[in-house]
């Protein structure tokens, strides 16, 4: 047959066989997996380029009668219904039988996963048709939150609920570092779509996973649960400073790492402060500004990226640096009461962080433009503080 002389006709040849599926949840994935092309190309707001283009998928093929054409139309209607001229779109005789429990789901169930660390939250929720024989299984959406980076990193339809939702229950039953409980669904709506707004803006997606091919299916969904009632769950307070690091440096993980904590001024003591400084900043960053939110992930974002890309260290700094990190690790799961796996597996990661950073602090591949210019002065010897000085240097080495 010739090739497809539109994208609209190309949507309409890949799904021709949409009319043998067997069930309203294989067409409505079929058509998620279609508008993940579209989804995971645009290049600015990926939310708003799936739905202008089922709008004019829509005004396209207005007039296309045949079987797949007016129930592919009807399932994009179903899964974008904001898109320009979905509200009129019905079910049309020359669908399946099955056409008309598109989207005619409930939600069944909304629980919240995630680890002890506070770096990653997944949120479950479960949907049932109204009518199974006709709309398809139980079937779950599965979200993703990295808290870290702060998007939603992922999601998935499963179309075996209850078989993956006693499998989630058993693995974190199992594992003392993560948790599990029933989420409010409206603090689960919240709670993904504002991430997934900022996913939806990324230039680049996660590589991983099923975001692309999900994600409008997932979206669908997530819009039948009822807006927040309850209030967000609040990201602890970043603590007082100047306690947390008098507290610090009185902690037995301090003196265990031999940190310079007297009063007598040292270049130890001056790169010991500078290091603490560089963990406050980053906490900074991090949800609730706690320093105290650490891990095995928030340690690598930290060690070799983070440091690299704000800060420039001399000899001294990048020696005390993975001391400090390492007593504050350890300083970091006592206080906030993580279990001792938790501290043994953020010891262990340590021990295989701290060579590479040691290696990127060697190389300075990570570090920023404005990192390795003031790098560059300070090896040439001029203050980064002094403007007279900066402004000899870049007359002196200015091209001609």
Not at 210 to 224: I, Y
Request: net charge negative.
């Amino acid at each position: 047959m010739p090739a497809p002389r539109t994208a609209y006709d190309a949507v309409l040849h890949a799904a021709r066989d949409v009319t043998k599926l067997g069930c309203a949840l294989d067409a409505e994935m079929l058509g998620a997996a279609l508008l993940g092309s579209v989804y995971a190309m645009a290049a600015e707001d990926r939310a708003e380029a799936v739905r202008d283009f089922v709008g004019r998928f829509l005004t396209a093929t207005v007039h296309s009668g045949t079987p797949a054409a007016v129930t592919i139309r009807d399932v994009f209607a179903t899964l974008v219904p904001e898109a320009d001229g979905a509200g009129r779109v019905g079910h049309d005789r020359r669908s399946p039988s099955w056409a008309g429990q598109l989207g005619r789901v409930r939600a069944t169930g909304c629980w919240a996963y995630g680890d002890v660390y506070g770096d990653q939250t997944s949120y479950l929720v479960t949907f049932a048709y109204e009518d199974a024989d006709a709309g398809g299984p139980e079937h779950a959406v599965v979200a993703l939150v990295d808290h870290n980076i702060g998007i939603t990193k992922d999601v998935f339809v499963s179309t075996s609920a209850e078989t993956l939702l006693d499998q989630v229950r058993q693995i974190c039953e199992a594992d003392e570092l993560t948790w599990f409980r029933s989420e409010d669904p409206g603090r689960l709506r919240d709670e993904v779509s504002r991430h997934l707004e900022v996913t939806d803006g990324l230039g680049d997606l996660p590589s991983d996973g099923s975001l692309a091919t999900d994600r409008t299916l997932a979206g669908a969904r997530l819009a039948l649960l009822p807006a927040v009632t309850t209030p967000p769950l609040s990201e602890p307070s970043g603590p007082d400073d100047t306690g947390l690091i008098r507290d610090f440096l009185t902690s037995p993980e301090a003196a265990r790492f031999d940190l310079p904590t007297g009063p007598a001024a040292t270049p130890e003591s001056a790169s010991l402060e500078f290091c603490l400084s560089l963990l406050l900043d980053h906490g900074a960053t991090l949800p609730g500004a706690d320093p105290l939110r650490w891990s095995p992930a928030v340690a690598g974002l930290f060690l070799l990226d983070w440091v690299h890309r704000r800060a420039v260290l001399d000899l001294d700094d990048a020696a005390m640096l993975p001391r400090v990190v390492r007593a504050w690790s350890a300083f970091a799961m006592r206080r906030r009461g993580l279990p001792t796996a938790a501290a043994e597996q953020a010891e262990a990661a340590l021990e295989e962080l701290i060579p590479e950073f040691a290696r990127l602090y060697t190389t300075g591949e990570r570090r920023s433009p404005a990192t390795a210019a003031v790098a560059q002065l300070i090896a040439e010897g001029v203050d980064p503080n002094d403007t007279a000085a900066i402004d000899a240097w870049l007359e002196a080495n200015r091209e001609d």
